[in-house]
C-alpha cells in the first residue's frame, strides 16, 4: 500500500524539457526532484568557495538559492583552485520574439559566471528544436534566433570570450561528428526513458536530443579549444533541461570525454502565485522585457499574487505570509540589497508593512531593470550580432 502511494505521487510531479507542472496545482518539491534527478544540493560550503575563488560577492542567485542544485560542480572548483580553467554552455530555444524575466535568470547568472571566473562561454539557439516542438518554420525559427540574440547580448556578454551559435547555421564538421557518436550510443528504448518519446512522436524529435549534448564537448569547437580535448564544461541552467544531460553524462566516459557539470535553478514563479504557470498565451501571468512602465505597475498591482491579509486589521495583527508572497519572492530574485531584503521580509511578515509598499518597491526594482534592458538591447546593433556568431578564435579568453 505504502510503497503504491509513493509511486502515483511521485507520478504526478512532472518536470521534463517539456512540461513542468507540479502535483494537484501545488508548488514543485525541489527536493524529490533532487533524490529522483540524482543531482546534489548546492550548499553553502560550495558557494563560500566560490566567494575566495573569485574574491567577489557570490551572485545574487547563488546567495538566495535560485541555483540550487549541481552536478560536480565542487570538481569545477577543485580543478580551477589547481589553476585549470573551464568553459561554460547554456542555451536558449527560440520559441517567442518577447522574453520574460525568466527567461533572463541563466543569462544574468552565465554572464556573472564568465565575469568572476574568466572563462569562455558557447551559447547554442536551439532553432531546429523550435522549429520541431513549436510548429515553426525554418525561417521563422532562425529569425527569431537573431532577434533573441540581441536580448542575450544585452545582458552584457563579452564579445571577446563568447560564442553564439544557431544550429541550422553551425551542425556540420567536428559538431556533427559528435552527434554522430552520441546517438550510436543512445538506444531507442533508452530516449524514450529519458524523454518520454513514444511512438506517435516524429522521427525529428528523436534525433534532436544529441544536438543539444554536443556543446558540452570541447571538440565540437575546434576554432576555439584546438588540441583542449580535456577542457571541462560547466552548464548553468534551469532543472528542467537536466534529462539533456543525463544522457550526455552517461555516454561521454564511452566516447573518452569528461562529463559536464551542471549548476541548475528552480523555476520562476507567475504573477500568480508559484502553482500558477507563466503561459505564452496568457500576458498577465509574466512580465516581459517590452513592458512599459505602465505595463509593469499595472500587471503586479493587478496579478501579482499576495500573501497579505483581507483586512488591515487583520494584516497588522497576523502579519503576510511570505511562504506564498509573490512580490517578496521576485524581490528575493532581483532585489539585491540583502539588508533592504531582510528588512522587507520582517516588517511585511509581521504586519507593519502592507502589501501595497512591497508592491511599489518590487515595481520600481523592476521597472529600473527592464529599462536597463531595453537601452541595452536598443544599442546591438546588426553588426554586433554578427561578431557574436562569427565562427572565430577567442584570443583572449582566458584572461
Ligand atoms: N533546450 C533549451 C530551451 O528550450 C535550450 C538549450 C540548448 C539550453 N542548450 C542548452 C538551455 C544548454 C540550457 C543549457 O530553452
Known amino acids: 500500500m ?5 509511486e502515483i505521487e511521485s507520478d504526478e510531479q512532472v518536470v521534463n524539457p517539456w512540461e513542468v507542472s507540479a502535483k494537484d496545482g501545488g508548488k514543485i518539491d525541489y527536493d524529490k526532484l533532487i533524490d529522483k534527478f540524482g543531482c546534489q544540493r548546492l550548499d553553502q560550503s560550495l558557494i563560500d568557495r566560490v566567494q575566495r575563488l573569485t574574491s567577489r560577492q557570490p551572485h545574487v542567485f547563488l546567495r538566495r538559492g535560485v541555483f540550487f542544485a549541481h ?15 573551464f568553459y561554460l554552455y547554456t542555451g536558449r530555444g527560440p520559441s517567442s520574439e518577447a522574453l520574460h524575466l525568466g527567461h533572463l535568470i541563466p543569462f544574468m547568472f552565465t554572464k556573472y559566471l564568465q565575469e568572476a571566473f574568466k572563462v569562455p562561454l558557447v551559447i547554442q539557439l536551439t532553432d531546429d528544436e523550435k522549429c520541431m516542438w513549436k510548429n515553426l518554420s525554418v525561417e521563422e525559427s532562425q529569425r527569431l534566433a537573431r532577434e533573441n540574440a540581441k536580448d542575450i547580448i544585452a545582458c552584457g556578454f563579452d564579445v571577446t570570450k563568447t560564442f553564439i551559435f544557431s544550429d541550422f547555421d553551425y551542425v556540420g564538421g567536428a559538431f556533427y561528428k559528435n552527434m554522430v557518436k552520441v546517438s550510436k550510443c543512445v538506444t531507442l528504448n533508452k530516449a524514450m526513458g ?3 518519446f513514444s511512438g506517435e512522436d516524429h522521427i525529428g524529435k528523436l534525433s534532436f536530443p544529441p544536438v543539444q549534448a554536443v556543446p558540452s564537448f570541447p571538440s565540437s569547437f575546434p576554432h576555439l579549444f584546438p588540441g583542449k580535448d580535456n577542457l571541462r564544461c560547466l552548464i548553468p541552467c534551469a532543472i528542467d533541461q537536466d534529462p539533456y544531460f543525463r544522457m550526455t553524462r552517461d555516454v561521454a566516459p564511452r566516447l573518452g570525454y569528461s562529463k559536464p557539470a551542471l549548476i541548475e535553478s ?5 504573477l500568480q502565485g508559484e502553482n500558477g504557470k507563466m503561459s505564452a498565451s496568457d500576458p ?4 516581459y522585457v517590452t513592458d512599459t512602465a505602465k ?3 499595472n500587471k503586479i498591482n493587478r496579478y501579482a499574487f499576495s500573501g497579505g491579509q483581507d483586512s488591515i486589521e487583520k494584516h497588522r495583527e497576523l502579519g503576510a505570509n511570505l511562504e506564498v508572497d509573490i512580490p517578496v519572492k521576485y524581490l528575493s530574485f532581483f532585489l539585491e540589497d540583502d539588508t533592504e531584503l531582510e528588512h522587507v521580509k520582517k516588517e511585511y511578515g509581521e504586519g507593519r508593512m502592507l502589501t501595497g ?3 511599489k518597491r518590487l515595481t520600481e526594482v523592476l521597472t529600473e531593470m527592464v529599462e536597463r534592458h531595453r537601452r541595452a538591447r536598443g544599442a546591438v546593433t546588426d553588426e554586433m550580432v554578427d561578431a557574436f556568431m562569427a565562427v572565430r578564435p577567442l584570443p583572449s579568453m582566458f584572461e
Do not use: H, T
Open 2 to 6: 505504502e510503497v503504491d502511494k509513493k
Open 71 to 85: 552536478r560536480d560542480f565542487n570538481e569545477i572548483l577543485d580543478a580551477y583552485e589547481k589553476g585549470d580553467k
Open 194 to 196: 529519458i524523454f518520454g
Open 266 to 270: 528552480s523555476f520562476f514563479p507567475a
Open 284 to 287: 498577465n501571468s509574466a512580465i
Open 295 to 297: 505595463d509593469i505597475k
Open 357 to 359: 509598499e512591497v508592491k
